[in-house]
């Protein structure tokens, strides 16, 4: 729930400096490569290729989600089971995105949800789509939503609440609150390059051009 954002500098479970450390600090090209439908940025070093599922676990989720899709143009689809998304703050998604561009889709079981995101990443109608999982996709249906995004370019962000499986996701990460308003991103898997890490901090939407800077990125 985005009531969760408010919460997020209160997170007890923030990546430790000696992980960051020892992850890799890549740059964007190293990371994603090119793409077909080419990509969007959310931070001047971090950027995510569209036509693609990327996994994003931990609690500071929601905040890569939303910066991801700021980044798009256009109806956002956001499909979860009732109890994940029917108390997302509208005052708190208005810090990234106009409330009025969500579309909630709600699933009864994770057959529906994962049925129901394949169908609106292959319609065309939204270029970011993003599913509330338990557990992560696994291979086959990973697989298959990649497939569906990779035919209409559409942006595909699977938030994992659980465990991560093995699956077809061209990037997983892991995102945690460091201090009010920072957080920490560290890509775990790349389909392309190596993983890094970056620690990030909001800047509002009144700060062009970037709505998250870098604050500093992750020694090697």
């Given at each position: ?45 971090v950027r995510l290729a569209r036509g693609r599922i990327h996994e994003i676990m931990g609690e500071g989720g929601e905040v ?157």
């Amino acid at each position: 729930a985005l009531a969760r954002l408010a919460l997020q500098e209160q997170n007890k479970n923030m990546l430790s400096e000696a992980s960051i450390r020892r992850l890799k600090a890549a740059t964007a090209a190293d990371l994603h490569g090119p793409a077909a439908h080419g990509d969007i940025r959310i931070a001047p070093e971090v950027r995510l290729a569209r036509g693609r599922i990327h996994e994003i676990m931990g609690e500071g989720g929601e905040v890569f989600a939303l910066a991801a899709a700021s980044r798009c143009d256009g109806p956002l689809i956001w499909i979860g089971q009732a109890r994940d998304v029917a108390s997302l703050a509208p005052t708190a998604l208005q810090q990234f995105i106009d409330p009025a561009r969500l579309i909630l889709t709600i699933g009864l079981n994770r057959a529906e949800l994962l049925w129901a995101t394949e169908q609106a990443l292959r319609a065309r109608s939204a270029p970011c789509v993003i599913l509330e999982l338990r557990e992560g996709p696994g291979l086959k249906e990973s697989r298959r939503l990649q497939i569906a995004a990779e035919e209409s370019g559409a942006l595909g962000l699977v938030l994992v609440h659980g465990k991560a499986r093995t699956s077809a996701a061209e990037t997983r990460w892991r995102c945690e609150a460091a201090a009010r308003n920072e957080w920490v991103w560290a890509c775990t898997k790349a389909k392309r390059g190596a993983p890094g890490a970056w620690r990030a901090s909001w800047m509002g939407k009144d700060h062009a051009p970037d709505l998250v800077a870098l604050a500093a990125a992750a020694s090697a």
